[in-house]
T-cell receptor, first 112, second 116 residues
Framework: KQEVTQIPAALSVPEGENLVLNCSFT??????LQWFRQDPGKGLTSLLL?????REQTSGRLNASLDKSSGRSTLYIAASQPGDSATYLC???????????FGTGTSLTVIP | GAGVSQSPSNKVTEKGKDVELRCDPI?????LYWYRQSLGQGLEFLIY????????KSGLPSDRFSAERTGGSVSTLTIQRTQQEDSAVYLC??????????????FGEGSWLTVV
């Protein structure tokens, strides 16, 4: 069974700092990997989707990379802002099966 | 609709009662998913629909849980004889095509269920 791990579980940084969130998965037979943001009391908002054939995707201050063979993805956030404070989740869609497998998330706090 | 819509947004029910949670996916999305998120836990897969059929029910935790989808659109998740451990956020998501595609999955705001 696919296992998705996110490290660290929580992160606190001062405003303006660049940061990296990590996601690892055990089964490399995936279609894609998706990063989400979840604000308290809210659903999940999709940030970036990386197909299995891609190495990275960028959107604004966010850059996500994928190394499928080693089972790793990173989400890089540049020049962090207090509004970036949220829980960030990664999820992989496997070739076999019908579901996304989610990590337990990294809770990010950006201190003004 | 513009996004995935779920109702009710909040539900408090007494132990032993039945509850129905509704999901209205994005128009044209054939794939629909139900997930559960308990306090401090990750997302737990419940069931996947492709059109009106449910090829994967493997995540339903017990026979008290059932789901249906009609007209390839709205889905209802029913929990019978609710227990306190059923308290969680129930999240619905949809995507344009099924699980074998590379499409983005979009989530609703969730239905927050509390069993007292």
């Amino acid at each position: 069974k696919q296992e998705v791990t996110q490290i660290p579980a929580a992160l606190s940084v001062p405003e303006g700092e660049n940061l990296v969130l990590n996601c690892s998965f055990t089964d490399s037979a995936i279609y894609n990997l998706q990063w989400f943001r979840q604000d308290p009391g809210k659903g999940l908002t999709s940030l970036l989707l990386i197909q299995s054939s891609q190495r990275e995707q960028t959107s604004g201050r966010l850059n996500a990379s994928l190394d499928k063979s080693s089972g790793r993805s990173t989400l890089y956030i540049a020049a962090s802002q207090p509004g970036d404070s949220a829980t960030y989740l990664c999820a992989v869609r496997q070739v076999a099966g019908n579901q996304f497998y989610f990590g337990t998330g990294t809770s990010l706090t950006v201190i003004p | 609709g513009a996004g995935v819509s779920q109702s009710p947004s909040n539900k408090v029910t007494e132990k032993g009662k039945d509850v129905e949670l509704r999901c209205d996916p994005i128009s044209g999305h054939t794939a629909l998913y139900w997930y559960r998120q308990s306090l401090g836990q990750g997302l737990e897969f419940l069931i996947y629909f492709q059109g009106n059929s449910a090829p994967d029910k493997s995540g339903l935790p017990s026979d008290r849980f059932s789901a249906e989808r009609t007209g390839g659109s709205v889905s209802t998740l029913t929990i019978q004889r609710t227990q306190q451990e059923d308290s969680a956020v129930y999240l619905c998501a949809s995507s344009i095509q099924g699980a074998s595609s590379g499409n983005t999955i979009y989530f609703g705001e969730g239905s927050w269920l509390t069993v007292v």
